[in-house]
Every structure is written in structure tokens, then in C-alpha cells.
């Protein structure tokens, strides 16, 4: 590696050789009107409502593009900024600036920014992600008005787009055809931006730092490799040839990949095991069937219950399952209870705000302490039950009274549903996931109580090593293979196959090539990786 090569976090594989194509502060967001009285509050009025209107077309046709290039999932944003245009507080906001003799822009500025304000403060990530959509509306509508600049759309053919931070309208607008790679200074793996750039298959770095701004000049030569999060400005020709050179391997790699569809994950001495996806919504279950997974190891159920005001009542989450179940036919579906607390907050579940979230109430120590909460999702659960071969997952299990109290209230749930005569199937697996090093001490224990353990590398890591999963500056600590870890997971396999308990691997560990060997070995059973690794790892088990 040079010195010059820039590091920051991959948000979505792939290798880039493009031209640099700078974003410039000044088409964001965040400039600033100068603050005007109008003298006339009603031409204001028509001007802001003839602002919306184009607003709406525009997002209207963002929709539909971002539709077509990358999913529903990434369209919704659209649908999102749609309904936040015609939000009853955000309309009385601006009318009360309007009515203050105002301009249309300085009123839209003003009374977005109060609004974003209140977003940012809130403590459900969720909500205080939605200030940042505020704040785009807030750029379109000045746009719209005529204050600032259009969106460009001079880009060169092989745009590398540079950029400070990019909002969610910035990043669904880029033209695919021209864009091959995107490098930010700032932004998170978790945020819009890097949603959309997977869901768009652009190879994305993120949160390089701003000396990514002091070091790229527009039309610079640059790579972006996403698998390691590296951005390499201004190559040497020597630099660039190996670049070329990578970027044709990767691309050749990539191609092979696809002939291992339909193929068993199997070692050439005949070792087999079970290679699934890990989801997070039926959303990406066409990616889980278009990358020939042999089932799904892990569904996270709390995405269900956190972009929104309450809990999904049973209907609700009963109509996902079943979806889920139905799609996958005859493969296993293993979901996992709602996994809340830690970085992923629900505020309408009312909870204690915490010093230590992560060592705190979460997973299933929220759940049993809400039995309505817990109960409703087990129902829906068994109720699924008989559309497929359901397995049913617990997080953070520290002790054999959790498991416990979990099977009996299972019990009360199937006799409840059997006195009503609502019909579950009677062959649903029950799970556990090892996350903690207390679960992986006493596996011996647990083993006999349940049909499978699937080992959560992340958590597990986190725990074992002290190391906060959230803290990007803790980096340089994180050893992932390190021996404690490791000698936890062989304890684990273990202890449940001589219990004749199965167990998988559903962690991010489960995709690291570094480690498919070491897990044979350790004669894992399963291995759930997210859809886009499944092919990977299925050449690592059968070529080695
Ligand atoms: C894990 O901890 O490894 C895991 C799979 O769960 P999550 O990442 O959702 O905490
Ligand atoms: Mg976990």
C-alpha cells in the first residue's frame, strides 16, 4: 500500500477506476438564504406552493427511477420525502415563517431547520435519522424556488464521485450508466447513502476523512476498491496497471462465481454443509434466491419493528412470515425474536435510557420482560409455522433459566393456539444463538434443551474482547480471529453435537474465507452469510 492511498470503510464491494467528479458543498444541503422580508406574505404563499408541486414531480420521478435501478427498498426514501412535503407540522412551520413576512426561502429554511432540529434530537435512531431527510426536502424546495444550483449532470463517463457526505436524493440521482464508484469523507456503513450504493451495486468508501477533498482534484485518475474500503487517488502508471489488473481479476472472479449455482456446498472429500443468507426483510429475498442460498439462517425480525410509531400487531408480522415461508418452499427459515436495544432503539417501546445499551436490557432480556410484546411475535411465529419448515431463533442468551422460561411460555402460546384450534405445524426447530462467552461456557448445558445453536460472531466478538461494535475507533483492537474467540466456537460445536444439537454460524465471521477452514474443521454445520457472499464461500468449501 503507498502512502498516498486513502482508507475509510467499504460500503459496498467491487473496484473502480474512474475519474473524479467532486459533489461541491455548495449543492448542498446546507446553504444558506439571506434573510429577507417579502413584503408580500400571499405571492410568497403561491410561490412555496408552486415550489412544492415541482418538488413532488421531481420525487415522483426519483421514485420511479430509483425503483428500476435498485428496488423498492431504496425507492421508499422517495415515498418518504413525498409524505414529509405534505407533513401537517412542516406545512404550519413554514406558513407560520410566511406569515412573518418572510420569503418563500428563507421561510423554507428557517422552518426546515427547526423541524430537522427536533428530528436529530430525538433518541430513536430511527427518527433522528428522518432530520436528515428534512433537510434534503429543505435543498429541493430552495432549488425548486431557484436558490442554488441544479444538480449537475455533466459527469464524466467513469464518474468516482467525491464528495464531503451525499444525501439520499444526491445519491438516487447519480446516472448509473456514468457513476462506477462513490467516495465519501463522511457518512456511516448503516446510512442511506451506503443503502442505496449497495442496493445500486456502485463500489462505495466511505468516512475517509476530509483530506479525501484536500487530495482529489476533479479529474483526477482514481481507484475505490470496496472490499477493503481503500481509495487510491492519482495513480502511477505502474499503480494503475495493477489496479487494471485487479479490477480484471475481480471481475473474472465474479463471473466464475456464477457457475457455482445450483452445485452442493461440499468439500472435494465429501464434507458438506449447510450454506444459508441472512436477511433482514422479504425485500431481499429475491437476492436470497437469485444467490442460490440452501435456506435462511437468520431473518431479523427487528427490522419489522423499527421503521415505524408501534409494535406490528400478529396479522401483521404473520403475513411476513408466511411470505417468507411460502417463498422458500421447502428450505429452512430460521427467524429470530426481536433483537432490540443496544445501537437499535425503539423509542416507542418506552425504554430506561441506559449508560452501558449493550450491556444492557435488549434481545431477550426485553423480551421476556414484555411478555405482550414477546407473546404476540411467538404467535405469529407458530401460526406461520405451517406455510414451511420454520426454525425460531433467541438472541443474547446468557443462562439455562432464559431457555427455561422461554420454552414454557412457547408451551403456553401452542396450548393457547390449540384451544382455539388455530393450527401449528409440530416440527418448528427452536434455537438459541451463542453470542455471549457465557452462552459458549455453559453450551454444554444448553445444548440438551434446544434443536440448534447458531453462533453470533458479532456479538460474541464484541463481548469476548471487550470491544465496543460500535466504535470505529476501537479498529485497531479488533483481532477477528482472535484465538478466545475461537477456541469459544470449537467449545460450542463441541458441546452441542454431543447432545446431537446442530449448529450454525450466522455472524459476519461466517463469509470470512480466512476462517471456512478452520470451521470444518471445528465441524460446523451451517454457515449464513449475506446473499451476495453466498457464492464465495461456496467455491472456498468446494475448491478450498
Ligand atoms: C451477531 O451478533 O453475530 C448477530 C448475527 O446478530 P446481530 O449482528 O444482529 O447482533
Ligand atoms: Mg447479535
Excluded: W
Aim: glycine share 8%; hydrophobic share 40%.
Amino acid at each position: 500500500m503507498t502512502e498516498k492511498v486513502l482508507k475509510g470503510r467499504g460500503a459496498c464491494h467491487g473496484i473502480a477506476i474512474g475519474t473524479a467528479y467532486t459533489v461541491r458543498e455548495t449543492d448542498s444541503v446546507s446553504a444558506a438564504p439571506p434573510q429577507r422580508m417579502s413584503g408580500d406574505a400571499s405571492a410568497e404563499a403561491v410561490r412555496l406552493e408552486a415550489a412544492k408541486e415541482r418538488a413532488a414531480g421531481e420525487l415522483d420521478a426519483l421514485y420511479q427511477k430509483t425503483l428500476s435501478d435498485a428496488g423498492e427498498e431504496a425507492a421508499e426514501i422517495f415515498s418518504i420525502h413525498g409524505m414529509l412535503l405534505e407533513d401537517e407540522d412542516i406545512c404550519l412551520a413554514l406558513k407560520d415563517q410566511l406569515a412573518s413576512g418572510y420569503t418563500a426561502e428563507y421561510a423554507v429554511f428557517v422552518a426546515l431547520e427547526d423541524v430537522a432540529q427536533s428530528f436529530f434530537a430525538m433518541d430513536d435512531p430511527y427518527l433522528s435519522a428522518r432530520g436528515a431527510d428534512v433537510l434534503d426536502i429543505r435543498g429541493r424546495l430552495l432549488r425548486c424556488l431557484g436558490f442554488g444550483t441544479q444538480e449537475s449532470a455533466e459527469l464524466p463517463r467513469d464518474a468516482i464521485v467525491i464528495a464531503r457526505d451525499l444525501s439520499p436524493s444526491q445519491t438516487a440521482s447519480l446516472d448509473t450508466k456514468r457513476v462506477k464508484g462513490i467516495v465519501t469523507a463522511a457518512g456511516s456503513v448503516s446510512s442511506h447513502t451506503a443503502i442505496l450504493a449497495r442496493s445500486m451495486g456502485i463500489p462505495a468508501v466511505i468516512g475517509v476523512g476530509d483530506e479525501l477533498l484536500r487530495c482529489v482534484r476533479d479529474g483526477d485518475t482514481v481507484v475505490v476498491d470496496g472490499r477493503v474500503g481503500e481509495v487510491l487517488p492519482s495513480p502511477s502508471q505502474d499503480e494503475l496497471s495493477e489496479a487494471r489488473k485487479r479490477l480484471a481479476d475481480y471481475l473474472e472472479s465474479e463471473e466464475q462465481l456464477t457457475l457455482l449455482k445450483g452445485l452442493e456446498t461440499v468439500t472435494p472429500d465429501g464434507q458438506k454443509i449447510e450454506l444459508c443468507a441472512n436477511v433482514g426483510s422479504v425485500r431481499d429475498l429475491d437476492s436470497v434466491i437469485a444467490s442460490d442460498a440452501e435456506g435462511i439462517g437468520l431473518f431479523r425480525s427487528e427490522q419489522l419493528y423499527l421503521e415505524r410509531m408501534s409494535a406490528p400487531n400478529e396479522e401483521e408480522q404473520l403475513r411476513v412470515y408466511r411470505e417468507l415461508l411460502l417463498r422458500m418452499g421447502q428450505k429452512r427459515v430460521i427467524i429470530r425474536t426481536l433483537d432490540v436495544g443496544a445501537d437499535k432503539q425503539v423509542g416507542y417501546l418506552g425504554c430506561e435510557k441506559e449508560e452501558n445499551p449493550a450491556l444492557g436490557l435488549r434481545a431477550i432480556r426485553l423480551c421476556l420482560d414484555r411478555p405482550v410484546l414477546f407473546r404476540t411475535q411467538l404467535s405469529a411465529l407458530f401460526r406461520a409455522s405451517v406455510y414451511g419448515r420454520l426454525g425460531i431463533m433467541f438472541p443474547m442468551i446468557t443462562s439455562v433459566c432464559e431457555v427455561e422460561r422461554i420454552l414454557a411460555l412457547c408451551d403456553e402460546v401452542k396450548s393457547d393456539l390449540a384451544a382455539r384450534d388455530v393450527p401449528f405445524s409440530a416440527d418448528v426447530e427452536i434455537g438459541i444463538m451463542i453470542e455471549t462467552p457465557a452462552a459458549a461456557v455453559i453450551s454444554d448445558r444448553l445444548a440438551p434443551l434446544v434443536d440448534f445453536f447458531s453462533i453470533g460472531t458479532n456479538d460474541l466478538t464484541q463481548y469476548t474482547l471487550a470491544i465496543d461494535r460500535q466504535n470505529p475507533s476501537l479498529d485497531g483492537y479488533l483481532d477477528t480471529h482472535h484465538e478466545a474467540v475461537l477456541r469459544l466456537i470449537e467449545l460450542t460445536v463441541k458441546n452441542a453435537h454431543a447432545h446431537g444439537t446442530r449448529v450454525g454460524i450466522c455472524g459476519e465471521l461466517a463469509a470470512d474465507t480466512g476462517l471456512t477452514e478452520f470451521f470444518l474443521r471445528a465441524g460446523v454445520d451451517e454457515l449464513s452469510v449475506a446473499p451476495s457472499e453466498v457464492l464465495r464461500v461456496r467455491g472456498k468449501v468446494r475448491n478450498g
